[in-house]
């Protein structure tokens, strides 16, 4: 067994406070939140039964963490009604419509910008130039004289 194994198989909880797996090695009867809707189920309000853990070098703690329900507990997803459908529809549409000058594109427009690229191209040339805003240069002014 590597110690990679080891530090992440903790089946009692008395570690990581809940059953720990490696990745991978979940015991049946679990599952992803993603593994219960490929099922066509949903957690349906239940605690996170477990865990499965792997080595991981992006994130902070030098560790990924995947949460897993137990599939005996879950319920089946809530079909989908027209109403649901209608309102998913207007927000897909907003999230598509530019607010400066209301066209509707095919793709949905990018929120760090908050508009259209011809919108956002045209404000960002009628702006003024970065040095024009920072403060004057001379002495620091301490308040003191």
Do not use: N
Request: proline content about 10%; glycine content about 12%.
């Amino acid at each position: 067994m590597s110690a990679a194994f080891g530090k992440c198989y903790d089946p009692s909880g008395a570690r990581h406070g809940i059953p720990t797996f490696p990745w991978k090695y979940a015991p049946d009867g679990y599952a992803t939140r993603r593994q219960l809707r490929a099922q066509g189920l949903r957690p349906g309000g239940q605690p996170v039964a477990a865990q499965v853990m792997r080595r991981s070098r992006r994130r902070k703690g030098g560790v990924a963490v995947a949460y897993l329900y137990r599939t005996d507990l879950a319920k089946p997803v809530r079909p989908m009604t027209s109403r649901r459908c209608g309102a998913l529809a207007l927000a897909m549409l907003a999230r598509r419509t530019c607010p400066v000058c209301r066209v509707v594109y095919g793709y949905c427009l990018p929120t760090s910008l908050g508009m259209c690229l011809p919108c956002h191209d045209s404000t960002s040339s009628t702006a003024p130039p970065p040095s024009a805003t920072t403060r004057p240069r001379g002495g620091i002014d301490d308040g003191q004289g």
